[in-house]
Each structure stands twice: as structure tokens, then as C-alpha cells.
């Protein structure tokens, strides 16, 4: 029954307006959009909504986690970076909950920006569309559902986990039965996978023997793992608060620390004797904050000592990754108004993070001009921090994505800043103002005072960003084809349909009908009105003329009878359809007790509903039940 309530509070959380979402980049074709309803649990990441997605889409998936930071020995590689000491400062503000609030000027070193060419954008292209997919180092997982008939007879799937080195495979090891898992952690014992769906870890050997498994959640949590020498620590964060629970290698449960500042909590760091997390704060909507926007600072009974939020020059800064080395604690953070999300190519990885980034950017720009418009609202910054979280200096990197932070051998760190190479207007993504491209992964080396003495390319990333495209105001919207007399086929042309009406010409006169900007910007009255640029009332303000159309109500209701009477429905994934591109399953088997009700008073199982025409996917989410996708053949 908790489980029932906790699935119908997400139904109504879902229902509400989300933040503009896109899917990232990749190098194949594409497939179609996904459902509206995945689209927002994919990319929503601040509910637990997201864990459940997450874990369902890796069966039949083989997905990679990334490798927890392995930087290089010190600065042995790379090329040498010209930093200009020209005696720059940063105002960083550092909001304490223990010290309140402190301002400190700091010495700013900034990284030189050269804007990607041709052949850097070319060379961008060429590696996404050798590498989308490709597993470089770390493990991977895939499910795969069987019958009864097969060897697996006892179970409804098994899993196949392997470890990747350099690309290639080490090891693979089939378990029996769903054993996915969204982050890991090695250690000197074997590897520790969490699961956020099952809310549960397991252990396998550095050779892939499994050796044990512990719930640690009902379900629906978001898992950090730590290893110790004695002991592995695993934190969760749940919809009701969070706690951390204190394991030895053989599974054994030491002890369990509740603590409400646990809620959202995403990475923990060793910090001297005691550790550092990264948790977000801010409302499930709340569009300006990136996910790790707040540093807990905890003492060895993982007591909070402090919180504390930065920064700078009077721009909160977003945090996306943390290290500690040589008794300072390195930040990797952002300015979450203008920096787009990064997501891995050559390892997949997951991402929930969400940015928004304000400036206004012209469609009609070619992918090179789009980059550079985005690069030159984007910037990383790496704040050196004492112990305390105090600021002492800080690095920014113009044009850049605040990526991945560790410590180096030489007691340095080696920091990620991914320089934009292109970009691309993606409106079919979830949102009109939805833009994607791509950024050279670059690698900084610094020395343990926090100059920066060498930089490493190391491949690319996707990043996806909504943009806001600005407030415009319309100057006029004129007619072309009466203004100029272009003479146009007499028949209906839909340009436009939302969510009662479909909107006709009265022929085919899309292209002429325009609309024009007092920014000095023009497009298709059809284009400006799916951007949200105008209204209707603007075509009738200036007397365009059109038809509407009312959609019929065709569909009474979609309902779950197994919900409503309480009935029982087995606990396996189901899938009742598919368009070639998504397989759509419910995560029970429950086919035969969705039904569609027609307007006329037919009624018929989604499944055949969906294989006869008569409704769409989407008409789902309208009633609110529960599913999801995954790409088909995946």
C-alpha cells in the first residue's frame, strides 16, 4: 500500500508544468522523442521519480558507469599551460551555516579561451560518431528477460555485468535474476554496486564472483558509496530524509546514522577525519539551482559541522564535483544560470543535472555559431578551499563546462573543463529553446598550491542546455502571399495544434505567412508560435486570417482496474507495445486490466488500442498511468 501511495504522489508531481527537458546527442540516429512522461522523469533528477528510470532503463541496455576519478600520475602528460599572472581577483562569497557569511577576494588565474575552429569541430564530430556508446574503463550491466523454458527457469531474467579496461572487456559474469545497479564503488576487497530502484548493494570480487547483498532502503533512494579501510559507507537519500549505514566487506551491518541533512545528498569525500558531501537544495522546481549546489562538511560520527553555499562575483555557483588533497578541498562549480549539462560519450553515464542558461541565441545560426554564442555565456571555476571550505584562490576556464575533480599523485588535483565545440538547435527535444552539441573534454593539472602546469585532451562529452530565448516583441506579422500577391494552393494547411484545437490556412501559405521582431529577427508564423514567440491573439491582432478546428473527445477514460478494486498484479515489467523505436512497458503485469473507455462507450485494452490507431502513447500520461520506455533494440 506504501508503495501504492508513493507511485500516485508521483503521478500528481508529474502532472505539474516541468522545466523545459532535451534529450542529449548522440551520434547515430536519432529516434523519435520519447513520451512526454519519460522525458520528464528522465531529466527531472530531483525526485526520486529519476531513480526509478534510471534502473528500469538498464534492462535489455547496456549502459557503462563511469569510472570513479582516476586522474594520471601527476603532470607527466600533457602540454604546458601559460597562465598570465596579471595580479586578477575574484570576489567569492562562502555562506556558512557555522561561520556565517564570508567574503573573500582571491586570486583568480584564468585559462586561456580559443574558440574552437573547423577542424577542431570536425575532429569533435569524428570522435562522437566513432565513440557514442563506447566503454572505455568501469562496468557495465545487462539485463536480459528469459522464459520459462530457458536455463534461467527459476527467474524471470538474468544479468550479465562486465568490467571494461581500455575499451576491452577484462571479465564478464551472468548472474541469476535483475542485478542492476546505478553507481559503484572498488575497493581493496572487489566492487560495490548500489541499485536506487531496489534500494539495495551488492559485492562482487575484483574477478566478478558475487559475494553478497544487503537492502539498504525500501526502494527509490539515492545511493553514495564510500570505501574505507574496515569498512564501506553508504549514504541514502530517500523522499523521507537520509541516514548512512556502516557496513563491514562481508556484508555485515555495523550501524545505521539517521540525519535529515542527508536528504539529497549525491557524492561524500574524505576530508582529513572527517568527510564533505555535495547534497542539493532548493524546490523540486526550483530551475536555478544545479543539483549539488550546497557542501556539507561532517565530522567522523557523520555529524553535520557545517553547510555552506558560494559565490561568485555575487552568482551562486552550482557544485558538480569535489576532491580533497594535500589538506584542501578542491571545487569544481559553475554559474548554474548559463552552464549547459555535460554527459559522457565515451563512458555513458547518467546525468540528472539541470541548468539553465540565459541568452539569446538565433536559430537560424549554423552549429559553430551556436557553440560560440553558448561559449561565451558558459564558465567553469575551481574554488581551493581550506579544510573549513573557506575560499584561498580560484581558477575559471571561459567558454567551458565545470567537469570532474581528483586528486593527483604529485598532491595536486587533475580538473576537467570541457571547452564548447559546437552546438545545434534540437526543438524536437522537449522544448523549442532546447539546444545540444558537443565539448572537448580538456584536463588540467594542478600543483598542490593550485597552479595550473599541464592540460590533457582526453576525448569529448555531450552537453544539453534550454536556453531562454529572450523576451521579443512583435513589430508586425504580414501576409506574403496578399501583401506580394504569391499565388498559393487552395487547400487547408494546418500550421499549428494545441491541445483542444487544430489551426488551418486557408492554403498552403505557411512559408509566406511571417512574422517580424523589433530585434530585427524574422520567421514563420508557424515556427514563432511552437518557440511560444506569439499567440494567436497576435495573428488576430493583425488580421491573419485562419481556421480552427476543436479535437473530438474521443476518449471517456484509461484506468487501471487492478488499482482501483486492489487487486493484485504480479511484480515482473510487461511489454504491451511498441513503435519500432520505443518498447513501452508497465512495471507489472497489468496489460489486460488497462482499459480504454471510447466516447461512444467501446471499450478495449491499451494494447490493442494503441495497435489499432485509436489512441497515442501520450494519451497515458493524460490519465495518469504509469509506464515507461526504452529504445527499442537496445
Keep these: 500500500m506504501k508503495n501504492r501511495k508513493i507511485r500516485k504522489t508521483l503521478r500528481q508531481i508529474e502532472r505539474l508544468p516541468l522545466p523545459a527537458r532535451e534529450k542529449t546527442l548522440g551520434s547515430a540516429a536519432l529516434p523519435p522523442e520519447p513520451p512526454r512522461r519519460l522525458r520528464a522523469l528522465r531529466f527531472a533528477g530531483q525526485a526520486a521519480a529519476v531513480a526509478v528510470v534510471l534502473a528500469l532503463l538498464t534492462a535489455t541496455l547496456l549502459f557503462a558507469l563511469r569510472r570513479p576519478a582516476s586522474p594520471p600520475e601527476a603532470a607527466a602528460s600533457g602540454t604546458p599551460v601559460e597562465v598570465s599572472a596579471d595580479g586578477s581577483s575574484v570576489s567569492v562569497t562562502a555562506n556558512s551555516r557555522k561561520a556565517g557569511l564570508a567574503e573573500r577576494t582571491v586570486p583568480l588565474q584564468t585559462l586561456p579561451y580559443t574558440p574552437a575552429d573547423a577542424s577542431d569541430i570536425e575532429d569533435a564530430k569524428a570522435f562522437v560518431a566513432s565513440s557514442a556508446g563506447r566503454v572505455e574503463n568501469g562496468y557495465a550491466c545487462e539485463v536480459v528477460n528469459v522464459d520459462a523454458a530457458s536455463d534461467y527457469a527459476g527467474s524471470t531474467c538474468f544479468t550479465t555485468i562486465i568490467k571494461y579496461a581500455d575499451g576491452e572487456a577484462v571479465w564478464t559474469r551472468e548472474l541469476d535474476g535483475e542485478w542492476t545497479f546505478q553507481t559503484y564503488a572498488e575497493c581493496e576487497q572487489g566492487v560495490v554496486f548500489a541499485d536506487a530502484y531496489l534500494g539495495r548493494i551488492f559485492m562482487l570480487s575484483s574477478e566478478g564472483e558475487f559475494l553478497w547483498t544487503a537492502d539498504i532502503s525500501e526502494g527509490n533512494c539515492y545511493p553514495a558509496l564510500l570505501c574505507e579501510d574496515e569498512r564501506l559507507l553508504v549514504w541514502v537519500s530517500d523522499l523521507e530524509g537520509g541516514f548512512c549505514k556502516v557496513y563491514d566487506y562481508s556484508g555485515r551491518l555495523l550501524d545505521t546514522v539517521q540525519s535529515g541533512a542527508f536528504s539529497q545528498l549525491r557524492k561524500v569525500i574524505a576530508v582529513g577525519d572527517g568527510y564533505a558531501a555535495l547534497c542539493r537544495s ?240 524574422e520567421t514563420t508564423v508557424a515556427a514563432a508560435l511552437n518557440k511560444g514567440w506569439i499567440t494567436l491573439a497576435d495573428l488576430d491582432r493583425f488580421g491573419i486570417r485562419y481556421y480552427k478546428e476543436p479535437k473530438p473527445h474521443r476518449i471517456a477514460s484509461i484506468e487501471w482496474k487492478d488499482e482501483a478494486e486492489d487487486l493484485s498484479a504480479e511484480a515482473v515489467e510487461e511489454l504491451f507495445w511498441s513503435d519500432g523505436c520505443w518498447d513501452y512497458y508497465f512495471p507489472s503485469v497489468r496489460s489486460e486490466y488497462v482499459l480504454v473507455t471510447f466516447a461512444d462507450g467501446r471499450v478495449k485494452t491499451v494494447a490493442a488500442a494503441l495497435a489499432d490507431g485509436e489512441i497515442e502513447i501520450s494519451d497515458l500520461d493524460t490519465f495518469g498511468i504509469d509506464y515507461f520506455a526504452r529504445e527499442a533494440n537496445a
Design 282 to 521: 532548493g524546490g523540486f522546481y526550483d530551475n536555478t539551482t544545479q543539483q549539488f549546489d550546497r557542501l556539507l562538511l561532517l565530522d567522523d560520527k557523520f555529524a553535520v559541522v557545517d553547510e555552506i553555499s558560494y559565490t561568485a562575483n555575487g552568482t551562486a555557483l552550482a557544485l558538480t564535483d569535489a576532491a580533497y588533497a594535500g589538506g584542501r578541498l578542491y571545487l569544481s562549480a559553475c554559474d548554474p544560470t548559463k552552464t549547459p549539462d555535460l554527459k559522457e560519450i565515451r563512458a555513458v553515464e547518467w546525468s540528472h543535472d539541470y541548468f539553465r542558461m540565459w541568452a539569446v541565441i538565433d536559430t537560424a545560426m549554423t552549429d559553430a555559431d551556436i557553440g560560440a554564442a553558448i561559449a561565451e555565456e558558459a564558465c567553469a571555476y575551481l574554488l581551493v578551499c581550506a579544510a573549513d571550505g573557506l575560499p584561498q584562490r580560484c581558477t575559471a576556464a571561459p567558454g567551458c563546462i565545470a567537469g570532474d575533480v581528483a586528486a593527483s599523485a604529485a598532491g595536486g588535483v587533475v580538473w576537467e573543463a570541457a571547452a564548447v565545440m559546437y552546438g545545434d538547435f534540437a526543438p524536437s527535444y522537449f522544448s523549442s529553446h532546447t539546444f545540444e552539441g558537443v565539448a572537448a573534454c580538456d584536463r588540467y593539472t594542478l600543483t598542490a598550491d593550485g597552479a595550473v602546469s599541464a592540460k590533457e585532451r582526453a576525448g569529448y562529452k555531450e552537453f544539453w542546455c534550454n536556453v531562454d530565448i529572450g523576451a521579443k516583441t512583435v513589430q508586425e506579422i504580414v501576409d506574403r502571399t496578399e501583401t506580394e500577391n504569391i499565388p498559393t494552393a487552395e487547400a487547408l494547411e494546418e500550421f499549428y495544434a494545441d491541445e483542444s484545437c487544430w489551426y488551418y490556412f486557408p492554403s498552403m501559405k505557411s512559408e509566406y505567412v511571417c512574422v517580424r521582431f523589433t530585434d530585427g529577427t
